[in-house]
């Protein structure tokens, strides 16, 4: 009788605890083949958003916001992509593209940033506030601005002492021109012959 | 032969559709046909899980729990062999396409409860399937799945934008739709 009790116990879970462990062990050797490194969706995420590198949405630059959005954060924090951006953003993540937060700043037309070299005075501030290293000085002597690399951030603008640093919007050329976007209504109205759209 | 094979397929995709006929499998149904795409990527996800599922638990039952004379352990070790299959699944998705990952989100684990891939395991049990019956019935079965779910998301994009009544809105009307499209299925009772 005993005997019969402990085959009819044992069994059982000797066959499920043997079934687990293969199971696992299964899946341990997939987890360590299959070893995915890093998020290849910040990357992604990465891409789209225009490198200013501005701050403007309140992480120290692109790359940390991108994964602040992987992780969650909401994609319409980014002023100098503006529109463009958020719907490129909300294709790639599958989300609803939400209006741009003006908390952070609104969208403007692109901008390079000019230093009127004879206000100069050669403090070096700007170049320390520059992310991409667009600004060339050295102390006591003038600063000038690489017009390719600036970004148009405006962090420059702030900490010159002289207030000597213009921005001056980017001339339309052949190079930068786009196709204005059409007006777009709220919603595609095709079901809607009449009544209040929601 | 063929002809057999055919008609296990027709009767489970359209006839007993597993979800709009046998009403399993309801949850992944409402709750990832808001768009297609997503629809489409839960949809394979959820055929691989079932056909990799329905294989493995023929092999688990046939070789392991009936030689123990231990049949009336099935759905528990269904259910591990389930669970293993759709986290395997799930880190094949996250290598593969880590934006199909991210957007199925929480759906992906998930699939081990939908009951659907339960179901199909233990009915082939019942309907004494071989192998390779199991494992087309379980095909079978992810195909109807994958029809239902895609041709319901497709509807709900366009109920999105709809002029649906103040109190209809939402998943109140994807109830009623989900509720005329199963009638419509039952239309193919008699078909095989």
């Known amino acids: ?198 | 032969m063929i002809a057999e094979f055919a008609s296990l397929l027709l009767a489970t995709v359209l006839v007993n559709n597993f979800v709009l006929v046998q009403f399993l499998g309801l949850c992944p149904f409402m709750g990832v046909s808001n768009k297609v795409e997503t629809a489409m990527g839960m949809s394979m996800a959820t055929a691989f899980v079932l056909t990799l599922a329905s294989g493995c638990s023929y092999l688990t039952y046939h070789f392991i729990l009936v030689p123990l004379n231990l049949e009336y352990l099935r759905t528990i070790s269904f259910i591990l062999v389930i669970a293993a299959v759709v986290q395997f699944t799930e880190l094949l998705i996250r290598k593969a396409s880590p934006l199909l990952h991210r957007v199925l989100g929480v759906f992906l684990p998930l699939i081990t409860t939908n009951c659907a891939v339960l179901g199909v395991a233990l009915l082939n049990i019942n309907k004494a399937h071989t192998f390779i019956e199991s494992l087309w019935y379980g095909f079978g079965a992810a195909l109807g799945f994958a029809l239902v779910l895609i041709l319901f998301s497709a509807m709900r994009e366009r109920l999105a934008a709809a002029d649906v009544p103040p109190i209809f809105e939402g998943p109140a009307i994807g109830m009623i739709a989900a509720g005329l499209i199963s009638l419509a299925f039952m239309g193919f009772a008699g078909l095989v």
């Open chain 1, 1 to 198: 009788m005993g005997s019969e009790l402990l085959s009819n116990l044992l069994w059982p879970v000797a066959a499920l605890l043997a079934l687990g462990a293969s199971f696992g062990a299964l899946l341990g050797f997939a987890a360590v083949k299959f070893k995915t490194e890093g998020n290849p969706v910040v990357d992604q995420v990465n891409a789209l958003l225009p490198q200013t590198q501005c701050g403007q949405c309140s992480y120290p630059g692109c790359r940390p916001y991108a994964e602040a959005i992987v992780a969650g954060e909401s994609i319409n924090k980014c002023p100098p992509g503006g529109e463009a951006t958020i719907h490129a953003l909300a294709d790639l993540l599958n989300l609803e593209p939400l209006p741009l937060d003006a908390e952070h700043g609104i969208e403007q037309a692109n901008t390079v940033a000019y230093i009127r070299e004879d206000e100069c005075i050669g403090c070096t501030k700007c170049i320390q506030a520059c992310p991409v290293d667009a600004i060339l000085g050295a102390a006591k002597l003038m600063h000038t601005i690489i017009a390719s690399e600036c970004t148009g951030c405006d962090l420059c603008v702030e900490p010159c002492p002289v207030d000597c640093i213009d921005m001056i919007e980017l001339p339309t050329t052949l190079q930068n021109w786009s196709w204005p976007l059409p007006h777009q209504p709220s919603i595609i109205a095709t079901d809607k012959l009449h009544g209040n759209a929601v």
